[in-house]
């Protein structure tokens, strides 16, 4: 069975840091292509930032280049989004995801078909 969880959330002030992670059951992680999303309410879901199966390959929104950074330990079979320098418009539920098979890094998230239950940030004074 095909898990994903979230974790590293949390309320934090603007400038300040965070590192999700997305931790994999059922499956490795390694040859996947992993996705990070982000809703905030009242918006629709956004791609953040996705790692190719090989994990050479890193894509960012354009307004989190920079900030943040995409990672896979796999030996933990976890992948993780460092985020610095948070603003209060990062602020979203964050969702990491696995697309349907043979298909690579995207921003349309009807590509994916495994999701986390996801891990809510909020960016505050």
């Known amino acids: 069975q095909v898990q994903l969880v979230e974790s590293g959330g949390g309320l934090v002030q603007p400038g300040d840091s965070l590192r999700l992670s997305c931790a994999a059951s059922?499956?490795?992680?390694?040859?996947?292509?992993i996705g990070w999303f982000r809703q905030a309410p009242g918006k629709e879901r956004e791609g953040v930032s996705c790692i190719s199966s090989s994990g050479r390959s890193t894509y960012y929104k354009d307004s989190v280049k920079g900030r943040f950074t995409i990672s896979r330990d796999n030996a933990k079979n976890t992948v993780y989004l460092q985020m610095n320098s948070l603003k209060p418009e990062d602020a979203a539920v964050y969702y990491c995801?696995?697309?349907?098979?043979?298909?690579?890094?995207?921003?349309?998230?009807?590509?994916?078909?495994?999701w986390g239950q996801g891990t809510q940030v909020t960016v505050s004074s």
């Open positions: 059922g499956f490795t992680l390694d040859h996947s292509v």
């Open positions: 995801a696995v697309p349907s098979a043979g298909y690579g890094c995207s921003w349309e998230s009807r590509w994916y078909n495994y």
